[in-house]
């Protein structure tokens, strides 16, 4: 598959080595064709690198990083994206005391209507860039959850592949309406990794235990609260 990496930072870079080294085509991308064509050298593995435009005409997946930044700023002709999968990584800024507002609208959400032919998904917003060095292995070993969400099943599916080609366990969130609340759990983690100091390879595993044998507590009763 060929991926296009929009902004060669932290994450950008991460990912892109990562598919690159489970032998995708990866060109890395930035404002800055020289960081790019770097970020490449440095990656290996066959990768490209150059403009933010030629990233995104190379791709079928586009992974974009860039926050709060719609592609009418990085791209010289949207109309490049035309039926493309763009997976939106991208956390809001962080407030001061963490004190965040409702989330009315998703970053993806947003991203999706400044380009409504592409595909937008909701991905991988929810750890640090450190949790990545440990993929894909030992990473597999502790079921780390990637949140998956976007208006059409097949475009999820394909970002789930390439979640877990990479070590991690997708979750099918559904719609992306659904990425305000994928979104919340990122600004959750990263309370948790920088408020509450726990470090950048905190994260969130979800578990789906076996029903209890016996309803030994009364099991669930209907509410008869008004």
């Known amino acids: ?12 870079r991460s990912l892109g080595i990562l598919w690159a080294q489970q032998g995708h085509q990866v060109y890395f991308g930035s404002r800055d064709a020289a960081k790019g064509k770097a970020v490449a050298e440095f990656a290996g593995s066959g990768t ?3 403009t933010n435009d030629q990233a995104a005409a190379f791709a079928d997946v586009i992974l974009w ?8 700023e990085l791209l010289s002709n949207t109309e490049v994206l ?6 939106d990584c991208n956390n809001q800024e962080i407030p001061a005391e963490f004190a965040y507002p409702a989330i009315a609208e998703s970053l993806a959400e947003k991203l999706a209507k400044s380009v409504p032919n592409a595909r937008v998904v909701k991905a991988f917003n929810t750890m640090a860039q450190e949790l990545f060095e440990l993929a894909p292995e030992p990473l597999k070993d502790y079921h780390v959850s990637v949140f998956v969400a976007g208006d059409e099943a097949a475009a999820r599916n394909i970002v789930m592949q390439l979640a877990q080609e990479i070590g991690f366990v997708p979750v099918d969130c559904g719609v992306l309406r659904n990425a305000r609340l994928v979104e919340g759990l990122g600004d959750f983690i990263r309370l948790m990794i920088i408020g ?21 507590l009364g099991g669930r009763q209907a509410s008869t609260l008004k």
């Open 196 to 216: 509450q100091q726990q470090g950048s390879y905190a994260t969130i595993s979800v578990n789906v235990l076996p029903a209890a044998q016996e309803t030994r």
């Open 65 to 72: 990083t860039a926050r709060a930044v719609m592609p009418q």
């Open 82 to 87: 035309s039926g493309k999968i763009i997976i």
């Open 48 to 50: 490209q690198g150059g």
């Open 1 to 12: 598959m060929n991926i296009g990496i929009i902004g060669s930072g932290n994450m950008g």
